[in-house]
């Protein structure tokens, strides 16, 4: 596998770099005048849950810097993103707020306003922090403008010859082997394995080869749950159809053995990337700052690879909102894994702060793992979360572009009473526009349930759990959604509106076969 020696290759450079660097005394580095932790966050792209060697054993992916995460800290095994697409997700995870609350919903560049939406590097900057960022952006704030984000990353020489993310861990690298007077909060924003959006279609990976695929008795196996789910709302059937339309989509006619190469090409993409976490973490180790500083290591959304017939991700299904995620700070974390319901776009920012020592501003709703990823008791948790969703993407079918919003409710497997372990999702279009999944019986997502007489009682308690929620977040749309006993809506043709983004300043997030989160 050309991959994996690739890694060992860099494994073997980044170790031969450790002995002949000179060593470095943590006493220089370590201390800061506030006794306050560096925090460093580590952002991979499109990374469902549990692809890692640390959860699904060493058959197929080998991710040994992930991995040693997990041995120093708590790997939250409930983590979903609040958006299973780049921007939205982004721009929740570095304010703490939801999706509908920042506006920003699709891949479409939205101005926040930066006294509405503190950014994390702001919160962190006006504590004393030094802070840096290095690697993909895709944040709804100027990357030029420091005060509006606070991230005054300093730019050393940057190998131009390299792929993004070398360069973004090359430069974090650099970053953390300088001197630092300050406490930092440096992230690190890495863009695969998303290069498996380019490698659907056939094109150059941009962050470099992967070598070819074995023939696909070699490769991992296919995706168990190929096929749309029993009485599959339409909503969702109209959107397979629509993304397998376009260009940007083009797996309508995969077959087991395509998935199998994918999953194959899927899994390389996370080792490469995981090599670069590795060298980010050998920096870390060699300045000696291993015990000073909070990692929180985890993934915009997922990707499907298969699920349903979809890749990609803005869908509901679980391997596109399913993310990973590592809390670790060795000597301080507890290591093992939590099953507590995390929502990463609101929960990571109080935690990053809580570690840190500074308090969470009021209007921020999520709550810090800090008591979770410590071994500390917690008497209540939350039981259920609400995802957002923008299903924009789709190419026309049938004359009519879709484009339909969508909420989803999970409750948490080990929630009281019947209602604990589902999973609720209800779209703004479609004849059938809901879908109630029990993911203990059916983890694979194969049967809604929201028809079926015996689930109406659980179909009404998760109804009820979203009007709530609508009420209480000041979401109209999700109200709107269960108007009038959730009522059939006809699909309204977008075309227009995609014709008008086109003709958009920011019509470089709404070009074809782009990156497009
Ligand atoms: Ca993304």
């Known amino acids: ?26 006493s220089d580095r370590s201390a800061s005048p506030s006794g ?10 499109q990374q469902f849950a549990d692809a890692m060697s640390c959860r699904m054993g060493r058959q197929f992916i080998h991710t040994p810097a992930m991995d040693s995460l997990a041995v120093n800290g708590t790997v939250f095994t409930c983590a979903y993103t609040p958006n299973p697409l780049c921007m939205p997700a982004r721009n929740s995870l570095f304010t703490g707020r939801y999706p509908h609350e920042t506006g920003v919903t699709r891949n479409v560049a939205v101005k926040l306003d930066p006294v509405e939406f503190t950014c994390l590097g702001t919160y962190f900057r006006r504590a004393g922090y030094e802070t840096a960022y290095y690697g993909k952006w895709h944040l709804s704030f100027p990357q030029k403008d ?40 440096l992230v690190v924003s890495l863009l695969n394995p998303h290069n498996i959006c380019e490698y659907a279609r056939g094109q150059k990976l941009p962050c470099g080869p992967i070598g070819e695929a074995p ?89 499907c690879a298969g699920a349903h017939g979809f890749n990609q991700k803005t869908v509901f299904y679980e391997e596109s909102v399913h993310v990973p995620l590592i809390v670790s700070h060795k000597g301080v974390t507890k290591q093992g894994s939590c099953d507590k319901m995390v929502n990463t776009g609101l929960d990571l920012l109080p935690t990053m702060l809580d570690f840190a020592g500074l308090e969470t501003p009021r ?29 924009d993407q789709a190419a026309a079918v049938d004359g009519i572009r879709p484009s339909v919003q969508g909420r989803m409710v999970r409750t948490d497997p080990t929630r009281s009473g019947a209602a604990g372990r589902f999973k609720y999702c209800v779209y703004s279009q479609g004849v059938q526009r809901e879908s109630l999944v029990d993911l203990q019986a059916d983890p694979g997502e194969t049967k809604n349930l929201a028809r079926d007489p015996g689930h109406r009682r659980v179909l009404l308690e998760h109804r009820a759990l ?20 959730v009522e059939s809506r006809p699909f309204r043709d977008e075309s227009q509106r995609a014709a008008r983004n086109a003709r958009s300043p920011f019509r470089a997030f709404d070009l074809p076969i782009r990156c497009r989160g």
């Open 215 to 303: 023939v696909p008795e070699q490769c991992p196996p296919a995706p168990t749950n190929p096929a749309p789910p029993e009485n599959e709302p339409d909503t969702m059937t109209m959107m397979r159809r629509g993304y397998h339309a376009s260009p940007m989509f083009p797996v309508g006619d995969f077959r087991p053995e395509k998935w199998r190469q994918l999953r194959w090409a899927y899994y390389r993409m996370i080792e490469k990337v995981d090599a670069e976490i590795g060298r980010v973490l050998h920096a870390l180790r060699q300045a000696g700052l291993e015990e000073k500083t909070l990692i929180v290591s985890t993934s915009d959304h997922g990707e």
């Open 36 to 45: 306050r932790p560096n925090v460093l966050f580590i952002m991979t792209d």
């Open 363 to 391: 209007k921020l709703t999520g709550r810090s793992l800090k008591p979770l990823a410590t071994g500390q008791s917690v008497a209540q948790w939350r039981d259920h979360l609400v995802l957002e969703n923008h299903m």
């Open 1 to 26: 596998m050309i991959s994996r020696r690739a890694f060992l290759k860099s494994s073997v450079s980044v170790l031969a770099g450790s002995i002949l660097a000179p060593s470095i005394m943590a």
């Open 146 to 185: 420091v005060d509006a984000h606070g991230f005054a990353t300093p730019r050393g020489p940057t190998d131009k010859t390299q792929d993004q993310d070398a360069r973004a861990a090359g430069d974090a690298a650099r970053f953390i082997a300088q001197k630092h007077e300050k406490p930092f909060l």
């Open 466 to 485: 979203l009007a709530k929620f609508a009420q209480e977040h000041n979401d109209p749309l999700a109200a709107s959604l269960l108007a009038n006993d």
